[in-house]
């Protein structure tokens, strides 16, 4: 069965024509900042006829950066893409414009995690938690191979659990939460404060007023910058306190680490998560933490997934 | 269907005749200091015998404070029972001196959070984490009306996530565990602690050797005693920041608290906790946190809902 997924993203639009999960083709897009809705539904609709249009495929399948409202294909929060202000069912949206193939919708981390479970790091495993580290911080938690979205969809949400009480501003308006610790975009600020404050970074030096990516810190560290160190130590000693609590709580054999920053910085990053994890565990779980396997390419993938299972 | 439900506890046995959940008779004994295993085995068949005997019953249930390798009915740890260091196939033994009725054995924390699902606070919902404070603190997650045991058995321990990174030491070694803060003992080795460094407190007084009681907390807070009325300030936090953790992972919409402390501090110390975990908390989630409804019957009644399911 060929499917089409695409992952929505906060700066571009990945699609995949795919079958099984096996990518026949791809395409890519810059997402839209103009327009809203509207304008990134048009966005989508020209991905998928890159791909060999509606009649390619079975099913559509969308990954979005948001909060989906469980099995209704509607966005109802996305505070990461410019000009999305109130829901919008995008599923329908979508297959109106599409010839009415059916169209799935999820939250992009989720997808990312059920492509890692059925076809990456996680092949083969019950239970699985996965971390995607990038300008924030997200999860998702798969037991006895289900997804957990919960009655409100939030479920899996790692980067919002307090690791420091009464600790680092986030940019939720919450306070010590593992993403003010260890997101891009958190860490951004806090060099930016500490340069502020008189300590000089290379960070600031190699992104003085644009985005600092996830290569501008692999550059820092390499370069021995000690706020960049610093930052990485907070962000592995957070992420290990984090994750150890999911584990603990879930019992879980398997992590997965993923995402912008976590794929620049490679495998001693993850590495040293599991350390980190490892030094805080109660028992003695044979607990694994492995780099995600599927790079870019897996929320696409993982759209993919969905609009099988969508598909008639 | 008849059934008899254990509680078996590191200072007491409770048993229950009970047809589905519902109490017929009850009884008691103390948890034999000496003798290990075998003594506990003959304590449970007495106890049995007391309830009518294996005639009386179609299966046998018994809540273990200990790792249960989950169906087998062998208690793999239990270090709160005396004299209990090997595993022991706590089923298997129980079930040859009672005539082969069908002996189920899980850990005691998830039976009384199978009570409290099925017949308790948290009756008719799908998702429920239940936190046991106590001598330690104990937790189960119940997700899509299911109990999570996980691969180990060892899912929800909720007492041992890390709550202040570095923080106080736990009974298991570990650092800034919730129990450190929010388990008796725990509780106890502080005020002690504080206590030899100056401060006085009622806690002492009122327990000078021996152990400082739930009672003996519910008393000193009701004096204004400074150094208890911190103790519960700081257990009051560390729930919170636990409990919003597994909220927050999970998207649960309801919160169960009982064990000794809860029970003996009541609806005021629940109530308190629900606002310490609504203020760590990510998301409009309408969140429930209410006090267990079983009272101290929860494990053996959560005992004999199992015995229910092993029953031919």
Redesign the interface.
Known sequence: MAVIGIDLGGTKLLGVLADGGEVKADAKQKTPTQGGPLAVVDAIVSLVKDLGGPKAADAVGVGAPGLIVPGTGVVARAPNLPGWVDPFALGAALSDLLDGVPVAVDNDVNVAALAEHRLGAAKGE??VLAVFVGTGVG?S?I?DGEL???????????G??????DGRLCG?G?RG?LEAYAGRAGMERRARALEAKGRDTMLVDLAPAKRMTSSVFARALAGGDAVAIELIDEAV?ALG??I???V??????VVIVGGGLADRLGAKFVSRIEQATRS?L??E?GLRVAPAALGDLSGAIGASLIAEKAAP
């Open positions: 019950p239970d999860g938690v037991l957990r979205r919960g009655p409100t969809g939030l479920a899996g949400e790692i919002h659990v307090v690791v420091r009480p939720c919450g939460h000693k306190v984090a150890a609590t999911a603990t709580l879930l019992d879980l054999g805080q109660y028992g779980a």
